[in-house]
């Protein structure tokens, strides 16, 4: 009886006020019916509580049990303005989107009595810098792109916006990091969803990404249309092209717009019909072997009218990069730009599982795409760009040390247009507009306000970068090598990233010598012209003690050379 009154008594009491006050106002003052009318309609809740059959908690405590849900709903938000700290990463601290906010609405950026980083505890990283400084006039850094086969190069900014699509971002949105790409002369790249009158409005210039959908340049099939691409890729506005092979966030895996979602606009943006589910598979259907992905952007390349083409990806299997490494060697195609997307990276929505688990995070990437085209000695005509929580310019500095030309920034560029990582992307719910279809909802993001804060962050960020620069002694990014960057391993060991991520000499690979595990063995089973490896890894690994002491590259039944080491 006691555990029976206990479940109910807050029920209990809101009926037996709501009785008291009802009498109060019938026989005395008809002021009490404002406590009487809200409690008229918690009665009403406590009893669809007791009679809904969804949730235990509400038929075990009606009334009271909703608070449960109440308190859930808001959790993220009283945890990330109450409870973490300002260092603390889920998924960007409130240091990193605080420097953001700050740069972008040209507010001081500076911090008070000292560093809040605990600069000994392990993974604490730091650049070298210089007894003689350098001095940085003109903080503008650029890479031009485009290899022997372009004919129309693009200086291209060291920090860009990364891959978004509209559909995932809102009209708004689009239109600010536009202009804002505009105003601060850097790119923006279209996202996998396709070009947009939002993209075209403030002539910011593009990058155009092509996913498996092939969205704005595909058939009624869904097939890659060459007369479609064409028409799109050689207007003024399009500087680059972009295959995007996998995505950090969600490599392997396809995606579905709901056709709910499918409006006459993203529908005239992706070359789709209006209401329809919008598709992109998991795979592309204009290639499937690696020499015909390089035989694809040798195409893009002759239809935009020689603008650089390259593509992007998450690595995974070592092999299927390095039988894309063999395919250019054999064709003598090689892409203009590769850009390497570490598997930190975000997305609108993903799988859990994907999200946590799948795909190689940026920093081991990056150095393994590097090291292999420097091993092939193509290093030098194809660039590299790189994407996955790069925010300031010390993220910058790492990974440009690490190999990388170029930058690109999705979520840095969502808080300088007004994101506060309410993480509701998929709700079509977002509190400021940035990814929502709701017009509603998306007129709160002013874009002349919106679009000079995405150029101030990118002037920020970089005039940042060239302070970096100057304390370490340098005068271009492209000067940053792995040494300048310092890593503490644990307490009493550092070690320089170079260390870590050793360098190949210019041409090694062709020389048939491997002096890192991870070439010894998945350079031999990568073929040209297929991403399926030449014999099977665990038939590589169970072999490597039996080619511990040879330097010779392993035959197909014999695996790798290395005894006891791992592939990493």
């Not at 009490?32 to 509580?49: F, H, Q, R, Y």
């Not at 009595?113 to 903080?139: C, K, L, R």
């Not at 790409?181 to 850097?186: H, W």
């Amino acid at each position: 009886m006691r555990q029976w009154l206990t479940r109910y008594t807050a029920f209990y009491v809101i009926i037996a006020l709501t009785a008291l006050s009802l009498l109060l106002a019938l026989f005395g003052s008809a002021g009490w019916l404002w406590l009487a009318i809200p409690g008229m309609a918690l009665c009403a809740l406590g009893m669809v509580d007791l009679t809904q059959t969804r949730h235990a908690i509400r038929r075990n405590y009606p009334v009271i049990g909703n608070l449960r849900f109440l308190f859930e709903a808001v959790r993220p938000e009283i945890r990330q303005y109450f409870l973490e700290s300002d260092t603390q990463q889920l998924p960007f601290s409130r240091a990193d989107r605080s420097l953001v906010y700050q740069r972008a609405k040209q507010q001081v950026d500076k911090r008070p009595f000292g560093t809040q980083q605990e600069v000994y505890g392990n993974g604490y990283e730091w650049i070298n810098h210089s007894m003689n400084p350098s001095h940085i006039a003109d903080p503008e850094f650029r890479v031009q792109v485009g290899g022997p086969s372009c004919t129309q190069p693009y200086s291209l900014s060291v920090l860009n916006i990364s891959a978004m699509s509209f559909g995932a971002l809102s009209a708004n949105a689009v239109l600010a990091l536009n202009k804002g790409a505009r105003m601060g002369n850097f790119a923006h790249d279209t996202g996998e969803g396709g070009v947009s009158t939002y993209h075209l409005r403030h002539s910011g210039d593009l990058i155009w990404n092509i996913g498996s959908g092939y969205f704005g340049c595909r058939d009624e099939q869904g097939n890659f249309s060459p007369e479609r691409f064409a028409e799109r890729a050689t207007q003024d506005h399009i500087k680059m092209i972009e295959i995007k092979l996998s995505q950090g966030a969600k490599p392997g895996h396809g995606g579905i717009l709901p056709g709910a979602k499918v409006t006459a606009e993203i529908a005239a943006a992706r070359g789709v019909p209006v209401g329809q589910d919008c598709n992109s598979p998991p795979h592309h259907s204009a290639f499937s072997t690696p020499v015909e992905l390089l035989q694809f952007v040798e195409q893009l390349r002759t239809l935009s009218g020689g603008k650089p083409v390259g593509f992007k990806l998450c690595i995974g299997h070592p092999w299927e990069w390095f039988a894309i490494a063999k395919a250019m060697l054999k064709t003598g195609i090689t892409p203009d730009f590769i850009v390497v997307d570490g598997a930190e990276g975000g997305t609108g929505a993903a799988p859990v599982e994907f999200v946590d688990h799948v795909g190689t995070p940026l920093r081991e990437a990056l150095r393994l795409v590097h090291n292999t085209l420097v091993g092939i000695g193509l290093r030098e005509q194809i660039r590299l760009g790189a994407s996955g929580k790069i925010i300031s310019a010390f993220d910058m500095a790492r990974i440009m040390a690490l190999g990388a030309d170029w930058c690109n920034s999705a979520r840095g560029f969502m808080f300088a247009v007004g994101c506060i990582q309410a993480q509701a992307c998929h709700t079509d719910k977002c509190p400021t507009g940035v990814t929502t279809q709701d017009p509603l909802r998306q007129k709160a993001l002013v874009v002349d306000d919106k679009s000079l804060r995405v150029a101030s962050f990118h002037t920020n960020t970089l005039k940042a970068l060239a302070e970096l620069l100057a304390a370490a002694g340098l005068k271009h990014p492209d000067q940053l090598r792995p040494h300048h960057i310092a890593r503490r391993i644990s307490n009493g060991e550092i070690r320089v990233l170079s260390a870590l991520f050793p360098d190949l000499e210019k041409g090694e690979l062709l020389r048939g010598h491997y002096r890192q595990t991870i070439f010894r063995v998945g350079w031999p089973m990568a073929n040209p012209d297929s991403f399926e490896p030449a014999y099977s890894l665990s038939k590589a690994l169970s072999s490597l003690n039996d080619q511990a002491d040879h330097d010779e590259p392993p035959k197909k039944q014999d695996a790798a050379d290395s005894a006891g080491q791992t592939l990493a």
